[in-house]
């Protein structure tokens, strides 16, 4: 009976490792397959894409002189700075891509801001029977190109790393309104535009994840050293999709 039992455990035993062996096999041919499979899968070369653009502006202390009219005649004047704007921008971009190799490829690109508008602050002076109001709008467009480097982690995650260059066009508008005190009705205003046209460099770095062979998430920061005027330098963060073909 002990004889019995042990050459049927030594039949299992030598049959379960058999099995296991194969399933190792069967597991490790698989993998490999499916390997070669990915690596010989064709590149799609062209993409289109969009992003969200989250701007972060840093101002100069640039002022902007407006007459006042909070007095009459406008013999005051109310000095505003560029960095009274908020310093927050929003806008969105739309690209069209190109990779001809694995590890490089090239994206243009145009954006455009969605338009920020707010209430700087408040003025009034005793004894006047009007109150002011500060208000401005920031708006912005940019196009230009840039090359984008891939570097896979794995199968589906890469980094990328961008440089390029860029065209700007800044457009703002600084208004000062007087408004009576007693019936908030609107007396005069007066205003201040200033625009800039600026041609940057910019960096950015970030993810992308291959949720299949041909739809892909992006996210993003770049950074963007105006040197203008008004403006001085534009941190983004970006959130966006691309569609390769």
Same mark, same amino acid.
């Given at each position: 009976m002990k004889k019995l039992i042990l050459i049927v455990g030594t039949f299992l035993t030598a049959l379960s490792h058999e099995?296991? &062996?194969?399933?190792? +096999?069967?597991?490790?041919?698989?993998?490999? &397959?499916?390997?070669?499979?990915?690596?010989t899968r064709p590149l799609k070369k062209f993409s289109i894409g969009a992003d969200y653009v989250m701007g972060k502006l840093d101002f100069t202390d640039k002022s902007i002189d407006i007459a006042n009219p909070l007095y009459l005649p406008d013999e005051e004047i109310y000095t505003a700075r560029a960095s009274n704007f908020d310093d927050s921008? %929003?806008?969105?971009?739309?690209? #069209?891509?190109?990779?001809?190799?694995?590890?490089?490829?090239?994206?243009?690109? +145009?954006?455009?801001?969605?338009s920020s508008k707010g209430v700087v602050g408040q003025?009034? +002076?005793?004894?006047?029977?009007?109150?002011?109001?500060?208000?401005?709008? #920031? %708006?912005?467009?940019?196009?230009?190109?840039?090359?984008?480097?891939?570097?896979?982690?794995?199968?589906?995650?890469? #980094?990328? &790393?961008? &440089?390029?260059?860029?065209? +700007?066009?800044?457009d703002a508008n600084f208004d000062i309104n007087a408004y009576q005190v007693s019936s908030a009705a609107f007396v005069k205003g007066n205003s201040a535009d200033f625009g800039e046209d600026i041609g940057a460099f910019r960096a950015g770095v970030g993810l992308q994840f291959q949720l299949t062979n041909r739809l892909a998430f992006r996210a993003m920061y770049?950074?963007?050293? #105006?040197?203008?005027?008004?403006i001085d330098i534009l941190n983004e963060f970006t959130i966006g999709v691309r569609y390769s073909f």
């Open positions: 099995a296991a &062996a194969d399933y190792n +096999y069967y597991n490790h041919e698989q993998f490999v &397959a499916e390997y070669n499979q990915r690596q921008l %929003d806008s969105m971009n739309v690209n #069209l891509g190109f990779r001809p190799w694995k590890y490089i490829g090239i994206e243009l690109f +145009y954006q455009q801001a969605l003025e009034h +002076y005793a004894g006047r029977d009007r109150f002011g109001l500060t208000e401005y709008e #920031l %708006d912005y467009k940019a196009y230009g190109i840039d090359a984008v480097f891939f570097l896979p982690l794995n199968e589906r995650l890469e #980094l990328i &790393a961008t &440089a390029g260059y860029a065209q +700007y066009s800044f770049r950074y963007v050293p #105006l040197g203008g005027e008004y």
